[in-house]
């Protein structure tokens, strides 16, 4: 079974200019997450998708962040336009749902966007 | 406001001993618990959970104690071996197990020979 995949692994941008980040998750998967570490801190939740429909966004810096799963299948995270602070690495999860383990919240990821904005 | 610490940045530890990482958190409403393991240039991938009507959980050489008086969890390995360095993050969720995960900063684990 694959893994969840993110796309592209490095990118290196110039402040205010836009980036967009992918996120294929584990297929059947209808829960998607993305999350963000930056600079070796703590790994921050950003938001949170049920299939197609965000369940929950709070960790959303501020409107220049806009995600988007169409279809309920991957997701693209897009910066527009990029400032300094959002340099960090960018990580995608997914989870089958409820119904499968229980309910429990063990959450898979993938390997990350490393998102270096000068 | 981070509600999930990891107060040791760090540790260093023999091959063959234990290995005890600790996790402090602050919402009470939090109910389950998990560890994650970080290779450099990967993602975290599960390591073992607690939910938070139980106190220990063991898996092979990994147990997950969980104080709740105390607001406390800890990892243990043992015995640790050469393939466990790498980044161990703390993780809790509340509400029903479900939704966002908030985690620690991350312990780096070191096993030497």
């Known amino acids: 079974e694959a893994g969840v995949t993110q796309f592209p692994s490095h990118s290196v941008i110039e402040k205010g200019q836009t980036v967009t980040l992918r996120c294929d998750p584990i297929s059947g998967h209808d829960n998607l997450y993305w999350y963000r570490r930056v600079m070796g801190k703590e790994i921050k939740f950003l938001l949170h998708?049920?299939?197609?429909?965000?369940?929950?966004e709070s960790g959303m810096p501020n409107n220049r962040f806009l995600a988007e799963r169409t279809g309920g299948t991957y997701s693209t995270l897009k910066v527009q336009p990029a400032e300094l602070e959002d340099s960090g690495v960018y990580f995608c999860a997914s989870h089958p749902g409820p119904t499968d383990r229980g309910g429990y919240n063990e959450q898979f990821f993938g390997p990350g966007t490393r998102l270096t904005v000068l | 406001d981070q509600q999930v610490k990891q107060n040791s940045p760090s540790l260093s530890v023999q091959e063959g001993r234990i290995s005890i990482l600790n996790c402090d958190y602050t919402n009470s409403m939090f109910d389950y618990f998990l560890w994650y393991k970080k290779y450099p240039a990967e993602g975290p991938t599960f390591l073992i959970s607690?939910?938070?009507?139980?106190d220990k959980n063991e898996d092979g050489r990994f147990t997950v104690f969980l104080n709740k008086s105390a607001k406390h969890l800890s990892l243990h390995i043992v015995p640790s071996q050469p393939g466990d360095s790498a980044v161990y993050f703390c993780a809790a969720s509340a509400g029903a197990s479900w939704g966002k995960l908030q985690f620690g900063a991350g312990t780096q684990v070191v096993v030497t020979p």
């Open positions: 998708f049920v299939k197609e429909s965000k369940q929950d």
């Open positions: 607690i939910s938070s009507i139980k």
